[in-house]
């Protein structure tokens, strides 16, 4: 049988040119990667921010494979099984008392679909019919299905897909380097980009918006971190307006921030939380949406022999999946990644910015355990010069992950200082060799 790379369609891929140049990954264990011309590489970011447990850990194999002789598949619809109820309520410890209602999706993308449907038919089942707007932010990312690329703000992601949803708009995105360039954590400059929310309100009415859905740190659009008083100001204006917050944490949870989740670091408390990528560490594809409990308890009524909301998969809460995320909280919580010690980020924080006066390097940004940096682009072809750092760096034993002319970082939780000298000593050539 042949075996060629040319019957494979690659996701958010530059096809032609991988395929003359592969870049193929052949095994992992915790930090590193294993190519398939033998070289060891650095994960520098989590896989896809995913991988925040490190790669290949053994409780979470132990149990996945031991779910695997047990019960590998019951229906989620009309049927339950013990997992995926011990799961919701282990996962919704982690989120305020009033926030217990887990919905299991199985991805990010799904997520966000999942909380955008809910968002418009709890406002329907309290008597707000008119509410259908949704609203996104300019350069936010919610995936990739057609209500996330339509509250998504990131051209390339809705230009060639039609009309998408009606009824969405979006506000203004917080990236602000003439004030905030190279701050280090939250920047200082920009809470009052919050108000534009009040633009959008006054346009529509608020009686017509539903939702209004952001990154609490957007990150595949390239790290933007909120302003402070940012997030504050935003939770305001909801509540004055009856509008319900999501907060998309597929990247920001599981510790990515150096806590739980972002809830935790900026204190401020959405109506509903969209999740993926760390809840299984991506060995299992699971994604859960939080919400709080007046959002459930909404649904809850009519007859009791009818069907609440009529949305779900065939393998919301798959046993497999459910096996997954408990063994993977398991590894968060007894190797103690969403507390790590406050050194880390610092370290962390340090060696980034390191790189402030190497050519081209026009901003670096971070929180917790996320970082980037951004690069002036060619002139003329943009995305052109990270892309060959992505390109170098990978051939200097080093994953980053670019997006526009922006690096993106975020390492596996459980690394140690010594991995992040080597992460920056590679990154430090690579940027060096920029042309
Ligand atoms: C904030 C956010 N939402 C949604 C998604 C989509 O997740 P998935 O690729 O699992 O569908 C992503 C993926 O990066 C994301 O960063």
């Given at each position: 049988m042949?075996?060629?790379?040319?019957?494979l369609?690659m996701?958010?891929?530059?096809?032609?040119?991988?395929?003359?140049?592969?870049?193929m990954?052949v095994s992992?264990?915790?930090?590193?990667?294993?190519?398939?011309?033998?070289?060891?590489?650095?994960?520098?970011?989590?896989g896809?921010?995913?991988?925040?447990?490190?790669?290949?850990?053994?409780?979470i194999q132990?149990?996945?494979?031991?779910?695997?002789?047990?019960?590998?598949?019951?229906?989620?619809?009309q049927?339950?099984?013990?997992?995926?109820?011990?799961?919701?309520?282990?996962?919704?410890?982690?989120?305020?008392?009033?926030?217990?209602?887990?919905?299991?999706?199985n991805s990010?993308?799904?997520s966000?679909e999942?909380?955008?449907?809910?968002?418009?038919?709890?406002?329907?089942?309290?008597?707000?019919?008119?509410?259908?707007?949704?609203?996104g932010?300019?350069?936010?990312?919610h995936?990739?299905?057609f209500?996330?690329?339509?509250?998504?703000?990131?051209?390339?992601?809705?230009?060639?897909?039609?009309?998408?949803?009606?009824s969405?708009?979006h506000?203004?995105?917080?990236?602000?380097i003439?004030?905030?360039?190279?701050s280090r954590?939250?920047?200082?400059?920009?809470a009052?980009?919050?108000?534009?929310?009040?633009?959008?309100?006054?346009?529509y009415?608020?009686?017509?918006?539903?939702a209004?859905?952001?990154?609490?740190?957007?990150?595949s659009?390239?790290?933007l971190?909120?302003?402070?008083g940012?997030?504050?100001r935003?939770?305001?204006?909801?509540?004055?307006?009856?509008?319900?917050?999501?907060?998309?944490?597929v990247?920001?949870?599981f510790?990515?921030l150096?806590v739980?989740?972002?809830?935790?670091?900026?204190?401020?408390?959405?109506?509903i939380?969209?999740?993926?990528?760390?809840l299984?560490n991506?060995t299992?594809?699971?994604g859960?949406?939080?919400?709080?409990?007046?959002?459930?308890d909404?649904?809850?009524s009519?007859?009791?022999?009818?069907?609440?909301?009529?949305?779900?998969y065939?393998?919301?809460?798959?046993?497999?999946a459910?096996?997954?995320?408990?063994?993977c909280?398991?590894?968060?919580?007894?190797?103690?990644?969403?507390?790590?010690d406050?050194?880390?980020?610092?370290?962390w924080?340090?060696m980034?910015?390191?790189?402030k006066?190497?050519?081209?390097?026009?901003?670096?940004?971070?929180?917790?355990f996320?970082?980037a940096?951004e690069?002036?682009?060619?002139e003329?072809?943009?995305t052109?010069?990270?892309f060959?750092?992505?390109?170098?760096?990978?051939?200097?034993?080093?994953?980053?992950?670019?997006?526009?002319?922006?690096?993106?970082?975020?390492?596996?939780l459980?690394?140690?200082?010594?991995?992040i000298?080597?992460?920056?000593?590679i990154?430090?050539?690579?940027?060096?060799?920029l042309?």
């Amino acid at each position: 049988m042949k075996s060629t790379l040319e019957n494979l369609w690659m996701p958010f891929t530059a096809n032609r040119q991988f395929k003359q140049t592969p870049r193929m990954l052949v095994s992992a264990n915790g930090l590193y990667y294993t190519s398939e011309d033998g070289r060891t590489i650095l994960d520098g970011t989590s896989g896809l921010w995913c991988s925040n447990a490190g790669h290949c850990h053994p409780h979470i194999q132990e149990v996945v494979s031991k779910q695997l002789s047990v019960l590998d598949y019951a229906p989620s619809f009309q049927m339950g099984h013990p997992a995926a109820f011990a799961l919701a309520s282990r996962l919704s410890n982690y989120f305020p008392t009033d926030m217990n209602k887990v919905f299991f999706t199985n991805s990010g993308s799904e997520s966000v679909e999942t909380a955008l449907k809910i968002a418009v038919s709890y406002q329907k089942a309290i008597g707000q019919e008119k509410r259908v707007h949704l609203i996104g932010r300019e350069r936010g990312y919610h995936g990739v299905n057609f209500g996330g690329i339509s509250v998504g703000g990131i051209p390339p992601n809705r230009d060639s897909f039609g009309d998408l949803l009606p009824s969405v708009d979006h506000i203004k995105h917080t990236h602000d380097i003439s004030r905030n360039a190279f701050s280090r954590g939250m920047p200082e400059y920009g809470a009052e980009y919050a108000e534009d929310l009040l633009r959008v309100i006054n346009l529509y009415g608020a009686e017509t918006i539903a939702a209004l859905i952001i990154e609490p740190v957007a990150g595949s659009t390239g790290v933007l971190i909120p302003p402070k008083g940012y997030l504050e100001r935003i939770r305001e204006i909801c509540d004055e307006n009856g509008i319900l917050l999501i907060f998309d944490e597929v990247i920001t949870g599981f510790g990515r921030l150096g806590v739980p989740f972002a809830v935790d670091y900026f204190g401020v408390i959405p109506d509903i939380v969209t999740t993926a990528k760390g809840l299984t560490n991506a060995t299992v594809p699971m994604g859960a949406v939080i919400c709080k409990d007046f959002i459930y308890d909404a649904f809850m009524s009519g007859a009791e022999h009818l069907i609440e909301f009529f949305h779900g998969y065939t393998y919301s809460g798959n046993p497999v999946a459910c096996a997954a995320a408990m063994a993977c909280l398991d590894v968060y919580e007894s190797e103690q990644l969403f507390s790590k010690d406050p050194s880390f980020t610092h370290y962390w924080q340090e060696m980034l910015h390191s790189f402030k006066g190497l050519p081209y390097v026009i901003d670096i940004r971070n929180l917790g355990f996320i970082g980037a940096i951004e690069l002036e682009p060619i002139e003329g072809m943009p995305t052109k010069r990270a892309f060959s750092a992505f390109i170098d760096a990978f051939e200097s034993g080093l994953l980053i992950r670019t997006t526009g002319d922006i690096i993106a970082l975020s390492p596996p939780l459980p690394f140690e200082k010594e991995n992040i000298d080597e992460l920056g000593t590679i990154l430090r050539e690579v940027l060096l060799r920029l042309k």
